[in-house]
C-alpha cells in the first residue's frame, strides 16, 4: 500500500479521537480519558506530518508536470528547486513510516533490570557494578524511579549480580535492546604489568509483569526462607527474612533478601518471576520475528555480544549496528540518549516492512 492511501485513515482516526474527547462525560473516568488523550495525540502527530507530506508530494507532482511540458523558462526555474523539494518530501515519507511501525504493546511498562558478573573474576564484578551504576544515572537523568530487589556484593567492592525494577515513562521500550553481553577491554587495578583484559558482564532488561500477564500456578511453586547475607557470606540479619522461589516446570529461580520482610522479599520476588516468565514468552516470539526479518537488533538472544567499552581508546562500540562513540567516560557516567536512540532507530527502519 502506497503511503498515501493511509492518509484517509489517519485523518479518520484522529478525527474520531478529537469527537470523542469533547463529549461532555469524557473526563468521567480519569485513567480512560488518560489513554484517550495520548492516543489523541499520538494521531495528532501522525495527521500533521501526513498533512506536511502531502503538501510537499504535491508540490513534487507539479514539478513534474512543468518539467514534462514546453516551457523552456519555467523548466529553469523549477530545476533548481526539484532536488531538493523531492529530497525533503522523501525524509517526511521515511519519518512517517517510522511512525507507523507497529510499537510493542509491552514498551510502555516499567522494567526489571538484572546484571550478573561474567568471566574475569573481581574484575567483571567491578565492571557489573560500573554498568549498574551507568544505568542508575541514567535513570536519574531521565527522572526515573530505581527500586533494588535483590544485590550480591564481592568483598573487592563489585557486584556478583543485582536486580532493579526501574519505574517511569516506557522504560522497558528504552532500555530493551540492552540485554546481552557487555565486554570491557581495560587494565584492571590489579595488573602490575599494564596489560590490557577483557571482562564481561550479562544484562537482562525485563518487561515488568503482573500475576494478570503470565499463568503460574502456585502448586508449581517452591518457596524457601534463608537467611540474608552480605558481601562475603557473611549473615547480616538473624531471621529468615530472604526468600528463594524456584518454578519448578521451568528450573526458573528468583532469590530477594533486600527487605527486613519476609513478606515483602516474597512480594519483590514474585514479581521478578512473574517478569521472567513474561520475557520467556517475548523472548520465543522475538526469535520468531528475527528469524523472518533477519533482524539486526534483536531482545532475543540474550548470550550474544552486544557492546565492547574499550578504556585504552575511550571508545564504546555497539556491534549489532557497528556504531563506535568515543564518549566512553560521558557513557558510563549515564550519557546514554545518543546511543539508545541509535539502536531504536536501526530497529524501527529494520521492521519498515512491517507497515
Keep these: 500500500m502506497k503511503l498515501l492511501d493511509k492518509f484517509d485513515q489517519i485523518e479518520s482516526r484522529f478525527k ?6 469533547s463529549q461532555p462525560d469524557a473526563a468521567s473516568d480519569p485513567k480512560k480519558f488518560a489513554e484517550l488523550a495520548r492516543e489523541h495525540s499520538e494521531a495528532q502527530n501522525h495527521y500533521e506530518a501526513f498533512i506536511i507530506y502531502k503538501d510537499l508530494n504535491d508540490l513534487v507532482v507539479e514539478d513534474d508536470e512543468i518539467l514534462n511540458g514546453n516551457d523552456d523558462e519555467l523548466k529553469e526555474l523549477v530545476r533548481e528547486e526539484y532536488e531538493d523539494l523531492v529530497a525533503e518530501r522523501d525524509a517526511q515519507e521515511n519519518k512517517i513510516k517510522m511512525m507507523l511501525v507497529p510499537r510493542d504493546k509491552l514498551d510502555a511498562k516499567n522494567a526489571i533490570v538484572e546484571i550478573r558478573a561474567g568471566t574475569g573474576g573481581d574484575e567483571a564484578a567491578i565492571f557489573a557494578g560500573n554498568l549498574m551504576r551507568m544505568y542508575q544515572r541514567y535513570a536519574e537523568n531521565k527522572g526515573w524511579k530505581i527500586e533494588t530487589i535483590a544485590l550480591n556484593q564481592t568483598e573487592a567492592g563489585g557486584l556478583k549480580e543485582v536486580s532493579v525494577q526501574i519505574s517511569g515513562d516506557s522504560v522497558y521500550g528504552t532500555l530493551k535492546f540492552e540485554s546481552g553481553v557487555h565486554r570491557v577491554q581495560r587494565v584492571p587495578e590489579t595488573e602490575s604489568q599494564g596489560r590490557v583484559h577483557t ?104 548470550s550474544a555480544k552486544i557492546r565492547t567499552y574499550n578504556y585504552p581508546q575511550g571508545r564504546v562500540t555497539d556491534h549489532r ?22 539502536i531504536v532507530t536501526a530497529d524501527l527502519i529494520n521492521r519498515l516492512d512491517e507497515i
Excluded: F, W
Design 16 to 21: 474520531n479521537l478529537e469527537t470523542q474527547l
Design 199 to 302: 571482562s564481561a558482564a550479562t544484562v537482562a532488561v525485563l518487561p515488568e509483569a503482573k500475576a494478570v500477564d503470565v499463568q503460574v500456578l502456585e502448586s508449581d511453586l517452591r518457596i524457601d526462607t534463608y537467611r540474608a547475607s552480605g558481601a562475603g557470606g557473611q549473615h547480616v540479619n538473624k531471621t529468615e527474612s530472604a526468600i528463594r522461589i524456584t518454578h519448578i516446570p521451568s528450573g526458573t529461580v528468583v532469590t530477594c533478601q533486600d527487605e527486613s520482610s519476609q513478606h515483602k522479599n516474597k512480594e519483590k520476588a514474585m514479581k521478578v518471576l512473574y517478569s521472567r516468565m513474561l520475557a520467556v514468552e517475548q523472548e520465543t516470539e522475538a526469535k520468531k520475528r528475527a528469524n523472518m526479518r533477519k533482524s539486526l537488533v534483536s531482545t532475543g538472544d540474550r
Design 321 to 342: 549496528i557497528n556504531l563506535t562513540l568515543y564518549r566512553l567516560e560521558e557513557i558510563l557516567n549515564g550519557d546514554l540518549d545518543e546511543l539508545l536512540e541509535s
